[in-house]
Structures are given as C-alpha cells and as structure tokens.
Nanobody, 115 residues
C-alpha cells in the first residue's frame, strides 16, 4: 500500500510563492506518474500538473508559466513550485500517484491566496 504525505500549504498574499511537497512511501513501484490536482470552493477537481515516469510534465492552462513541477526520484517526492499566486489559486491541492494498480490520493493541503 502507498501513502502520500503532502506539505507546504498555507496562507499567502497575491503575487507571493509557495512550494508544495508530496512524498510517497510504502509499496512504491512501477510509477506511471505523480502530480497535483486542486479543488476550489464550489468547483470540480482539476489537473494542476503531472509528471510521467519518463519525466514529461503537463500543466493545467491556468497555471502554465507560473507553476513548476519537479521530482526527486530517489525520494519518491514531487515538488510543486507555485509563483505569482492569485486568489483564483485558492483551493485544496491533492497529490496523486498513478501505478498499474490504480491511483493513490493524498489527504489534501489548503492553499489560500488573499487579495
């Protein structure tokens, strides 16, 4: 079984930055990819960023050019550097890990951006 531990959320002001981390432990093998989705108040959960096993990254349209997803393979950890944050980025951010057996989700971390 895989466990995901997220950290780095918090309250910031418009224009500031945050870095989220997601560390996977347990039965971590044959990873298809890892990444983040987010769910704002009253909104559906949407892709923020993901990275494939080969290192290819994809970003949601609203964060392209502002967010950067990276990984430390040895630590089974991904990092989401979020820059130029706006109130529209306020959401619960969920880490996910995709493997042949399915997708594991983190518990979510709150990011709040004040205007």
């Amino acid at each position: 079984q895989v466990q995901l531990v997220e950290s780095g959320g918090g309250l910031v002001q418009t224009g500031e930055s945050l870095r989220l981390s997601c560390a996977a432990s347990g039965s971590v093998s044959s990873i298809f990819g890892m990444g983040w989705q987010r769910q704002g108040p009253g909104n559906q959960r949407l892709l923020v960023a993901r990275i494939s096993s080969g290192g290819d990254t994809n970003y949601g349209d609203s964060v392209k050019g502002r967010f950067v997803l990276s990984r430390d393979i040895a630590k089974n950890t991904v990092y989401l550097q979020m820059n130029h944050l706006t109130p529209e980025d306020t959401a619960v951010y969920y880490c996910f890990l995709a493997q042949p057996g399915g997708i594991t989700w983190g518990q979510g971390t709150q990011v709040t951006v004040s205007s």
